[in-house]
C-alpha cells in the first residue's frame, strides 16, 4: 500500500521569510504538529515542528515584557528555526519503507511531492501506526471465533 492511503493532503506551509507570528497563528489554527517550509515553487525546502517553534521562542518569552516578544516574533523568522534539509518521498512509497526511513532518520514524519518535487501532503509515525492498527483491528473482525 503506499503513502497516497494514509498521508495528509490538506497541508499548510509558509515560507522560510515568514515571522514566527505567522508560524504561531499556523500551528494555532490548524493544530498540526509541522509545518513544512515551501520554496516559490512549492518544493519543500524545510519543516518547522511545534517542539523547534517553543525552543526558539522558550527564552525570550520566560523574560521579556508582552511588547518585546511580539517584536521578536514579527523580526525572527522561520527560516532560522527550521530544519533543512527535508526528507521527502515520492507518494508512490510504501507504507513499510517510509516507516523503515522515520526510523532510520529518527524523524517524525516525511513529506510527500510529486514529480515536480512540490508538496502535495505529509505523513507522520502516527499516520502509519493508524494504519497498523486499523489493519489488525479488521484482520481480528475477520477471522471466525475460535470456540473453546
Same mark, same amino acid.
Given at each position: 500500500?503506499?503513502? =497516497? %492511503?494514509? +498521508? =495528509?493532503?490538506?497541508?499548510? %506551509?509558509?515560507?522560510?521569510? @515568514?515571522?514566527? @507570528?505567522?508560524?504561531?497563528?499556523?500551528? =494555532? &489554527?490548524?493544530?498540526?504538529?509541522?509545518? $513544512?517550509?515551501?520554496?516559490? +515553487?512549492?518544493?519543500?525546502?524545510?519543516?518547522?515542528?511545534? !517542539?523547534?517553534?517553543? #525552543? @526558539?521562542?522558550?527564552?525570550?518569552?520566560?523574560?521579556?515584557?508582552? =511588547?518585546?516578544? &511580539?517584536?521578536? +516574533?514579527?523580526?525572527?523568522?522561520?527560516?532560522?528555526?527550521?530544519?533543512? $534539509?527535508?526528507?521527502?518521498?515520492?507518494?508512490?512509497?510504501?507504507?513499510?519503507?517510509?516507516?523503515?526511513?522515520?526510523?532510520?532518520?529518527?524523524?517524525?514524519?516525511?513529506?510527500?511531492?510529486?514529480?515536480? !518535487?512540490?508538496?502535495?501532503?505529509?505523513?507522520?509515525? #502516527?499516520?502509519? +501506526?493508524?494504519?497498523?492498527?486499523? @489493519?489488525?483491528?479488521? !484482520? #481480528?473482525?475477520?477471522? $471466525? &471465533?475460535? #470456540? !473453546?
Amino acid at each position: 500500500m503506499s503513502l =497516497t %492511503a494514509i +498521508m =495528509t493532503r490538506k497541508v499548510r %506551509a509558509t515560507t522560510e521569510d @515568514a515571522s514566527l @507570528a505567522s508560524l504561531r497563528t499556523l500551528f =494555532t &489554527e490548524t493544530k498540526f504538529q509541522h509545518v $513544512p517550509v515551501v520554496n516559490s +515553487m512549492q518544493q519543500p525546502i524545510g519543516i518547522v515542528s511545534v !517542539k523547534d517553534y517553543f #525552543k @526558539a521562542v522558550s527564552s525570550v518569552m520566560d523574560t521579556a515584557s508582552a =511588547t518585546t516578544v &511580539e517584536l521578536y +516574533m514579527q523580526k525572527r523568522k522561520v527560516g532560522q528555526i527550521m530544519s533543512s $534539509p527535508v526528507f521527502s518521498v515520492s507518494q508512490d512509497t510504501g507504507i513499510l519503507q517510509a516507516a523503515s526511513i522515520l526510523v532510520d532518520r529518527n524523524i517524525s514524519c516525511l513529506l510527500v511531492i510529486d514529480a515536480q !518535487k512540490r508538496l502535495i501532503g505529509i505523513v507522520s509515525w #502516527k499516520d502509519i +501506526m493508524r494504519r497498523i492498527v486499523l @489493519a489488525q483491528q479488521q !484482520k #481480528k473482525q475477520q477471522q $471466525p &471465533e475460535q #470456540k !473453546k
